[in-house]
């Protein structure tokens, strides 16, 4: 039984800033002993997790492949669980026992199907994953119904999943035409991120460094809010520049970035300036501070986010990248 590898551990309150959702996280917390099993215990790639196909309207979750970091030799005994928020499993689906690639500590595995489970009763679930049947990565979601299906025209009841794609984000490192690398920051919008009565918006970034702004998205908007699931998207940023300047605005390059201090990016609604999200970092002696959870080590292990995202130039390679997460409200 799952529940012999979890105990029931501290309730955690974050305050989303968007509609002020709160969102009750139970911790599931493996024993110390079995974390010390090997030198690094497996990991599922955290963009991955986050990709998973969760529906717009149904509550129904897909579970498809899974990027293993650190990942055993010989066959894969991997699954996957759902628990609602009291640890009850309410679905339980298994992986394949080969990996479709493998490669170094990197592998990419297959969920068999049917994986899916749909939820209808609005509250917080708890997606973990299993590896030799030790929870080794985990992530909350929390389901919002939206409509009750009184409608007789539209009697369908309708839900929508929220949760850390509002707070995560990461930085990552793209190739530009000169020497330089290109940060660009990979984030998450959804319905979730828009104002009430409409189904789409735009977004801008503002990067401030010790309370200075320093660069920003291009005036005219960037990240693209759609009503339903939450999307992924990436923007670069650009020096500070009017909206008539927009098509000539110089880049915020990596040496850029890379100057000491505290920062803080925000991302605004550009129809009405309202503040969707507010990430906090450091850069100390001309390196980006890693996140405290991307550090090997990390206790509870179930919640060690790599510091690894899929690269989307194509292939199997991953790639180095810098998480970035919104702790303003605790």
């Known amino acids: 039984m799952l529940r012999t590898f979890f105990y029931l551990g501290v309730i955690h ?67 996957v669980v759902v628990l609602d928020s009291k640890n009850k499993i309410l679905g339980k689906f298994d ?19 049917p994986a899916e489970i749909t939820l209808t009763r609005p509250g917080v679930y708890t997606i973990v994953y299993l590896v030799d049947g030790k929870p080794v990565t985990r992530m909350p979601v929390r389901l919002v119904q939206t409509s009750a299906g009184s409608d007789p025209f539209k009697p369908q009841k309708k839900y ?24 660009k920051v990979h984030y998450w919008l959804g319905g979730k991120d828009l104002p009430a009565g409409k189904r789409r918006d735009t977004t801008i970034m503002t990067l401030f460094r ?46 850029d970035w890379l100057v000491d201090g505290k920062y803080e990016l925000r991302m605004n609604r550009l129809s009405d300036k309202v503040l969707l999200r507010s990430y906090d970092f450091k850069v100390v002696n001309g390196k980006f501070e890693p996140h405290p959870r991307s550090r090997l080590g990390y206790q509870p292990q179930t919640d060690y986010i790599a510091p690894r995202a899929q690269n989307k130039a194509g292939g199997f390679a991953t790639e180095e990248v810098i998480w970035i997460e919104d702790r303003k409200i605790e």
């Open 13 to 79: 309150m974050r305050l989303f800033r968007t509609g002020r959702v709160v969102l009750a996280v139970i911790l599931l917390v493996s024993p110390v002993t079995q974390l010390l099993a090997q030198k690094y215990s497996p990991a599922i790639d955290y963009e991955s997790v986050m990709s998973t196909y969760f529906d717009a309207e149904s509550g129904l979750i897909v579970f498809k492949e899974a990027t293993v970091i650190f990942a055993p030799d010989g066959k894969f005994n991997g699954q």
């Open 95 to 113: 992986f394949y026992k080969d990996y479709k690639y493998k490669r170094g500590v990197y592998a990419k595995a297959y969920a068999k199907p």
């Open 160 to 183: 929508q999943f929220d949760g850390y794609w509002r707070t995560f984000a990461y930085i990552a490192m793209h190739n530009s035409s000169g020497n330089d690398m290109l940060p």
């Open 210 to 255: 010790n309370g200075k702004l320093v660069a920003h998205g291009k005036r005219r908007g960037s990240g693209t809010i759609q009503s339903g699931y939450f999307r992924p998207q990436r923007s670069s940023l650009f020096f500070p520049h009017t909206k008539k300047e927009s098509s000539n605005a110089r880049l915020f390059m990596l040496k």
